[in-house]
């Protein structure tokens, strides 16, 4: 069978949909379904259960789906260094981030990388942590960046950078002024909390129970932007990752207050599908995302002490660069 019948098939298996897959293949539905068609005339044996709604593989389709994806993505990839060879870095990855992983930041780091491979072309869409995951396994993206990053068995994650926390508040709290805050400090305050299911909530309250520090847990959020606008009318502080709150604070409707303590740090991984060859292009972005960690002015260090007040620095967004973002966004939301 040809290529790109394998590739129209594995493309209908992975958005569950002929018309999403006949348009990302630029031909029409009904071509998609008899490309599909074809193939299951060519094996003797039916690959989609049509009966259901959506539509569900059958046993034999399973196993097709599984090799044939594979061996799509090898040729893919083949392709894709065979143009690097000529013209450099020209191929798409797509990305799927948390939301707290800001907007600016990645602005920052796509810009960066299409300056240098202007031909490339990156697609990058904030979705709720598990859709992140789910996003990786079914091939919607090719990397994605999360918190807490886990390894599976499908799953492959590197270690991308850590985040150090801060005590945020209001401007007029009472610990707005100090230089640095001990754990000790925060016995009996009001505090806006995490959900309670969170990893990250789970990290605040196990270092605080081992300083045997006792809070008042006044509010729970699943999002860090909801905890940032119940600290601005002053309902309570929180410990949030430093670079969160960078624009609040370089605006002034927050502080951030450096801890005495390096034990609350968030940690963002970068996530793939294990067994995929990754193209050149998503290989490239990866060294870029881990080199912009490392450098002098890694995104994990935005926050650290400001010369005066205890205050946090915020980062400056360089100019626009060339080649193309393909940004795609939920109207709300800033999940951990």
């Given at each position: 069978?040809?290529?790109?019948?394998?590739?129209?098939?594995?493309?209908?298996?992975?958005?569950?949909?002929?018309?999403?897959?006949?348009?990302?293949?630029?031909?029409?539905?009904?071509?998609?379904?008899?490309?599909?068609?074809?193939?299951?005339?060519?094996?003797?044996?039916r690959l989609i259960d049509r009966s259901k709604r959506p539509f569900v593989l059958t046993p034999e389709g399973e196993v097709y789906y599984d090799g044939c994806r594979?061996?799509?993505?090898?040729?893919?990839?083949?392709?894709?260094?065979?143009?690097?060879?000529?013209?450099?870095?020209?191929?798409?990855?797509?990305?799927?981030?948390?939301?707290?992983?800001?907007?600016?930041?990645?602005?920052?780091?796509?810009?960066?990388?299409l300056s240098q491979h202007p031909k490339a072309n990156v697609r990058l869409e904030y979705l709720h942590p598990h859709r992140v995951y789910d996003s990786v396994e079914s091939d919607k993206a090719?990397?994605?960046?999360?918190?807490?990053?886990?390894?599976?068995?499908?799953?492959?994650?590197?270690?991308?950078r850590e985040e150090p926390m801060v005590l945020v508040c209001a401007p007029w709290h009472r610990l707005a002024a100090s230089r640095e805050i001990d754990l000790s400090e925060l016995e009996g305050e009001k505090v806006i909390g995490f959900d309670s299911d969170l990893t990250i909530r789970r990290e605040i309250d196990r270092v605080l129970n081992q300083h045997r520090v006792e809070v008042e847990v006044v509010m729970e959020f699943d999002n860090i932007e909801t905890i940032k606008r119940a600290i601005e009318i002053d309902?309570?502080?929180?410990?949030?990752?430093?670079?969160?709150?960078?624009r609040e604070v370089e605006s002034g409707s927050l502080v951030g207050v450096p801890l005495a303590t390096d034990e609350l740090v968030r940690p963002l991984g970068i996530i793939h599908r294990r067994g995929k060859d990754l193209s050149s292009t998503t290989r490239r972005f990866i060294e870029l995302?881990?080199?912009?960690?490392?450098?002098?002015?890694?995104?994990?260090?935005?926050?650290?002490?400001?010369?005066?007040?205890?205050?946090?620095?915020?980062?400056?967004?360089?100019?626009?660069?060339?080649?193309?973002?393909?940004?795609?966004?939920?109207?709300?939301?800033?999940?951990?």
């Open positions: 069978m040809h290529l790109k019948s394998l590739k129209v098939f594995c493309d209908v298996v992975r958005q569950r949909s002929f018309s999403r897959a006949a348009d990302e293949n630029e031909i029409s539905q009904s071509s998609a379904s008899q490309l599909v068609q074809q193939i299951e005339e060519h094996l003797g044996v594979s061996l799509v993505e090898r040729h893919l990839a083949l392709e894709d260094k065979v143009r690097s060879l000529h013209e450099g870095v020209a191929g798409r990855v797509r990305v799927a981030s948390i939301y707290s992983v800001g907007l600016h930041h990645m602005s920052r780091y796509i810009q960066d990388f090719d990397l994605g960046l999360v918190s807490y990053p886990r390894a599976s068995r499908s799953i492959k994650a590197i270690l991308w309902a309570g502080v929180a410990l949030l990752p430093a670079p969160t709150v960078a995302l881990q080199k912009e960690a490392h450098s002098s002015a890694e995104p994990g260090r935005v926050g650290a002490a400001h010369a005066t007040g205890g205050r946090l620095a915020a980062p400056t967004d360089p100019a626009g660069a060339a080649g193309e973002l393909a940004l795609a966004t939920p109207a709300s939301g800033n999940s951990t």
